[in-house]
């Protein structure tokens, strides 16, 4: 099994990289990616904005995280807000970071990188909760997520343009590690 490696990532520097492990692992066309471009580069200008990336043997990026303090003021924050202040959860929105990205290739999924992609960034973080959004329904993700003390904040969440209703989920930090030790798979991709 090919080693991984995750760490800190000059996203802005791969950014195309990024996108094209985010169009694999979500779905994207070369429209919706080049929208993307344009985000990801504004957010990763804002204060405290961090990546991480996953590495093969080969140096590619085979997944990434990227994620920010969050600020009221932030498109992001202003769609979910309404919603969160109707489930009484809206503070949430303050002393939060934010995982704004996380994507993994599908060869590489179900080994842990995803886990520890955001357990490590959000290790880092100076906020006392992360907070994220991710497509409502039974997935991987959101699996993953509450297996890391993720609860549903508000659901269904709209955002403009977007065919498929989200979650936004929040999470004490530090976020919880499995209980079963490292075993061989886990060395290099995580736990």
């Known amino acids: 099994m090919e080693h991984v490696v995750v760490a ?3 996203l802005a520097a791969r950014v195309d990289e990024a ?3 985010q169009a694999v692992a979500f779905g994207l066309g070369p429209e919706e990616v080049a929208i993307r471009r344009q985000i990801v580069l504004r957010h990763l200008s804002y204060p405290g904005a961090r ?3 996953a590495h093969g043997d080969d140096g590619r990026l085979v997944g990434f995280v990227y994620g920010l303090p969050n600020d009221r003021s932030h498109w992001w924050s202003s769609v979910v807000q309404p919603y969160l202040r109707r489930q009484g959860t809206d503070g949430w929105l303050d002393d939060s970071f934010v995982i704004t990205e996380l994507h993994v290739l599908p060869a590489y ?5 995803g886990r520890r992609l955001i357990t490590e960034i959000t290790d880092g973080a100076d906020e006392p909760r992360s907070i994220l959004s991710a497509i409502d329904g039974d997935s991987p993700a959101r699996r993953l997520y509450h297996t890391l003390g993720y609860q549903d904040l508000a659901r269904p969440v709209h955002f403009p343009s977007a065919t498929r209703p989200y979650a936004v989920m ?3 930090l530090p976020l919880p590690r499995p209980p079963h030790p490292a075993g061989p798979a886990d060395a290099g991709a995580g736990g």
């Open 8 to 10: 800190p990532a000059d």
């Open 19 to 21: 996108l094209a492990v």
């Open 51 to 53: 990546a991480l990336g």
């Open 109 to 113: 999924q179900g080994r842990g990188i």
């Open 170 to 172: 929040g999470a004490p």
